[in-house]
């Protein structure tokens, strides 16, 4: 089944640095979308890039979609502690009778040390 | 208001139980779903649901039964449970298939 694999699996910076993190997937997409989850809650949407996009921006945050490598790198600058959360991507697959599923890969962990 | 309701946070059962998660929207979403992360934190969707058709992960057992009353709700009932069966279940909601999709806060399942 079509599956993000994100790496690194932890990551662990100091306050104000990046973290970049990266997702691999196996087929094609319409979209690729990036979710946070803090601990003991439910995952949020953070942004979506569809497949004819290269680059998307939101805040801090800036993702890029390489569909030739079937890659995708979600970059948060000036990291806060806040940001301390897991985060994982997620492809859609065709699921038939035209819908649609999402799957997530295993998630990065980041750590932001103040 | 919180868009996406689940209920218990909690629920401790043991084996051999059935018992039932519950979910609501209030987003108007035309598809709900029922995703289970297990201590690794891998998220697997079991089911997706709009008022068309219900879509089962195949590898999802046949103990594991969605049902959704009307549009804004999709119940999660569990038969027989089993010690696998520990995790956390969420819910959520989607305006299509491949839009963003909004997730409940979970219920830890704890099986014993």
């Known amino acids: 089944s079509q599956q993000g694999e994100e790496d690194p699996q932890a990551l662990s910076i100091q306050e104000g640095e990046n973290a970049t993190m990266n997702c691999s997937y196996k087929?094609?997409?319409?979209?690729l979308q990036w979710y946070r989850q803090n601990s003991g809650r439910g995952l949020v949407h953070l942004i979506l890039i569809r497949s004819n996009e290269r680059e998307k921006h939101s805040g801090r945050l800036r993702v890029t979609l390489d569909t030739s490598k079937k890659s995708s790198s979600l970059l948060i600058t000036a990291s806060r502690a806040a940001d301390t959360a897991s985060y994982f991507c997620a492809t859609d697959a065709y699921s038939g009778a035209g819908s649609y599923q999402l799957t997530f890969g295993k998630g990065t962990k980041l750590s932001v040390i103040p | 208001d919180t868009a996406v309701s689940q209920t218990p946070k909690y629920l401790v059962t043991q084996m051999g139980n059935d018992k039932s998660i519950k979910c609501e929207q209030n987003?108007?979403?035309?598809?709900m779903y029922w995703y289970k992360q297990d201590s690794k934190k891998f998220l697997k969707i079991m089911f997706s649901y709009n008022n068309k058709e219900l879509i089962i992960n195949e590898t999802v057992p046949n103990r594991f039964s969605p049902k959704s009353p009307d549009k804004a709700h999709l119940n999660l009932h569990i038969n027989s449970l089993e010690l696998g069966d520990s995790a956390v279940y969420f819910c959520?909601?989607?305006?299509?298939?491949?839009?963003?999709?909004?997730f409940g806060n979970g219920t830890r399942l704890t099986v014993t």
């Open positions: 087929t094609s997409i319409n979209n």
């Open positions: 987003l108007g979403h035309d598809t």
């Open positions: 959520a909601s989607s305006l299509r298939g491949n839009s963003p999709l909004h």
